[in-house]
Each structure stands twice: as structure tokens, then as C-alpha cells.
């Protein structure tokens, strides 16, 4: 049984950083291929954030937050981390982990995410 759950959102004002966690639980790790971060703000759409290889550990984030944003993982702990920097009033979002299988699909695309964890509410006040 495979389970990732987030943890570590909260109020935070403009300019400050946050880090995310995302524990899994389950053989994830030994057929994972892409960890990922997303988030949905209030009537929009799931956006992609960020996303991490497992075997490569290459990101890939989106412009709206590169540069701010850092993925990283603890293999032994199994957890992976979102780190959150520079932080803007946009940000404000329910922030989801995701694991993907072997794919040929891009990491932004959140449909191809096989799991999903039950998401982490970001709040950035200015």
C-alpha cells in the first residue's frame, strides 16, 4: 500500500519560506520514477511546481517558480522536501506531493501521476 502524506503548510507573509514534506510509505521507491510537487489555489486549476527524477535526482520546475523553489529528497527517511523561498501572495495553495511510475510523459503533466497525497494548505499574507 502505497501513501504519501504531506505536512508543513501553514501562514506565512510575503517574502518568507516554507518547507514542505512529503513521507511515503510502501515499495514507492523501488519503481518510482518522478517525484513531484503541485498545488491548486481556489478555482484553479492543479499546477505543476516542480518535479524531481528519482534515479537521476534532474528537476525540472516551473517559471513561475524557478529560482524560489527546490525539490530534494531523504532516501533513507523517505521523505521528499519542497523547499519555498521568496515567497509571494500567488503561492497561496493547497500543495500536493505526487509519484509517478515509468513514463513517457512530460512531469508537468499532473494526469500521469499514479499517487497523490491528501495536500498541505499554503497561505502567503501580505
Known amino acids: 500500500q502505497v501513501q504519501l502524506v504531506e505536512s508543513g503548510g501553514g501562514l506565512v507573509q510575503v517574502g518568507g519560506s516554507l518547507r514542505l514534506s512529503c513521507a511515503f510509505s510502501?515499495?514507492?521507491?523501488?519503481?518510482?520514477?518522478?517525484m513531484a510537487w503541485f498545488r491548486q489555489a481556489p478555482g484553479k486549476e492543479r499546477e505543476f511546481v516542480t518535479a524531481?527524477?528519482?534515479?537521476?535526482?534532474?528537476?525540472y520546475s516551473s517559471e513561475a517558480v524557478k529560482g524560489r523553489c527546490t525539490i530534494s529528497r531523504d532516501s533513507a527517511k523517505k521523505i521528499v522536501y519542497l523547499q519555498m523561498n521568496t515567497l509571494k501572495p500567488e503561492a497561496t495553495a493547497v500543495y500536493y506531493c505526487?509519484?509517478?511510475?515509468?513514463?513517457?510523459?512530460?512531469?508537468?503533466?499532473?494526469?500521469?501521476?499514479?499517487?497523490w497525497g491528501q495536500g498541505t494548505q499554503v497561505t502567503v499574507s501580505s
Open positions: 524531481s527524477h528519482w534515479n537521476t535526482e534532474n528537476s
Open positions: 505526487a509519484a509517478q511510475s515509468p513514463t513517457s510523459a512530460p512531469p508537468y503533466q499532473h494526469y500521469s501521476y499514479n499517487y
Open positions: 510502501g515499495p514507492l521507491d523501488l519503481y518510482i520514477y518522478r
